[in-house]
């Protein structure tokens, strides 16, 4: 019996990468021009899992392919001293010198520097991260001129102020001197906008993060998604007609991560031969049940008691939500009810309604598993 191929896991890569082409042309240009080509310093923003991850991943496969050197961070703390380790190993692998510094001086030792010359004490000595990426650059530069360094960070949002303000200085001195570096940040879009709006106390670093292109990632159209379930399944050894692809697409709204758990329960429940009907009416039931465990159950506890109450009391609505409404609801005042729902909305849970004023859930399916969960959730926050 063939393996299933679809991969319903955060950060898997799917058998097809579905609605993304123009995303990668833009990138697999900027490969080709090179040092200071827009897309070359990119955020990448949608919902959870929208397909972030897997995107920097591809993007990372595509640029290593090309012979770029790609190191894949997440914003954790003690990030620039990843980067800057991640960066010395690939130095050194190329088997390229360190450069170090003469106290007081400034300049740089050469192969041939004198020996009488006093270093800095070896700590202070040591490169920082644009310093390695600037002797990596040269070592690239040696070999073929043709690529450079792409650095891919993950959850871009959770960066400590510190970091941020560190790796925007660091890479705006090098963009400044036509290195070839890529940064490819990933995060959920209205954090990733506070975290640059946050900065406007330092203007110059952050209207340079405020320059770099947003790549907003979106629901992926409906007939694209039934095209790759078609190949996905006839590559896999089962056959489909055109009309259950499209059930099966139907099934997932376009929305990524519903794309491979919809066809990877769909996939089970047959196992073999033509998958029919019957197959996809099953498998999305199965599907809608593990999103709610894989994306919202997660996302719940990561937030507060009270956040968890206010979209509880949001699913009462079939359609956007009013902020009246949720002040009836909670007996909380105009300004209580807009803190939730700006946190909320930066938490990527809800956004801004096409109806002015009003609001409604970022993610397929969440009101539903709200309202399956209520009494549960309600309890928890009153604990
Ligand atoms: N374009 C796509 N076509 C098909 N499947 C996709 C696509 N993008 C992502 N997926 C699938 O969706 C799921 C979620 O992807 P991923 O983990 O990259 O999302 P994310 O945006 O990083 O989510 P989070 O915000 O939770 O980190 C994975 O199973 C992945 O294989
Ligand atoms: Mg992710």
């Known amino acids: 019996m063939a393996r299933n191929p679809f991969k319903p896991t955060a950060g898997a890569t799917p058998p097809v990468l579905v609605g993304r082409d123009s995303v990668l042309e833009d990138l697999d240009e900027a490969l080709e021009d090179g040092a200071g080509s827009p897309y ?6 949608g919902a959870r899992g929208v397909g972030k991850t897997v995107m920097l991943t591809e993007m990372g ?6 012979g770029w050197i790609v190191i894949d961070e997440t914003a954790t703390p003690k990030l620039i001293q990843r980067l800057t380790s991640a960066v010395r190993r690939h130095r050194e692998e190329l088997g390229a010198p360190s450069r170090r510094r003469i106290t007081g001086a400034g300049i740089s030792l050469g192969p041939l520097g004198g020996a009488n010359l006093a270093l800095e004490s070896p700590d202070k000595a040591t490169p920082g991260l644009r310093e390695e990426i600037g002797m990596l650059c040269d070592a690239l530069d040696l070999h073929d001129g043709q690529t450079g360094l792409i650095i891919t960070v993950d959850e871009i949002h959770t960066i400590p102020q510190s970091e941020l303000d560190e790796l925007t200085a660091i890479t705006q001195h090098l963009i400044r001197e036509d290195r070839p570096l890529g940064l490819l940040m990933a ?4 954090a990733v906008e506070r975290m640059i709006s946050d900065n406007a106390q330092r203007p110059k670093v952050s209207t340079f993060m405020r320059r770099a292109e947003r790549t907003s990632l979106e629901e ?3 007939h694209s998604v039934a095209a790759a379930f078609e190949q996905t399944l006839t590559e896999a050894g089962r056959s489909v007609s055109p009309e259950v692809a499209l059930e099966c697409a139907q099934a997932t ?3 990524p991560f519903m794309i491979q758990l919809v066809g990877y329960h769909t996939w089970r429940i047959g196992k073999t031969g033509e998958v029919t009907s019957a197959h996809v009416t099953a498998g999305r039931e199965k599907a809608r049940k593990r999103l709610g465990d894989l994306v919202h159950a997660p996302a719940l506890a990561d937030l507060s008691p009270v956040d968890r109450t206010f979209l509880t009391h949001m699913s009462q609505d079939s359609g956007p939500t009013r902020a009246i409404d949720m002040q009836i609801r ?3 005042g105009s300004n209580y009810i807009s803190v939730y729902r700006d946190r909320l909305i930066r938490a ?13 859930f970022a993610l397929p399916e969440l009101r539903e598993y709200l309202r399956d969960h209520a009494a549960q959730l309600i309890a928890q926050s009153e604990n």
Request: aromatic share 10%; charged share 15%; hydrophobic share 35%.
């Open 187 to 190: 995060g959920i879009p209205q």
């Open 330 to 332: 909670m007996g909380e």
């Open 40 to 45: 070359l310093l990119q955020f990448i923003t």
């Open 348 to 360: 990527g849970m809800i956004q801004p309604a096409a109806t002015y004023g009003r609001f409604e």
């Open 61 to 66: 496969r595509r640029a290593r392919q090309q």
């Open 253 to 255: 709204g376009g929305y």
């Open 220 to 222: 992926v159209p409906l």
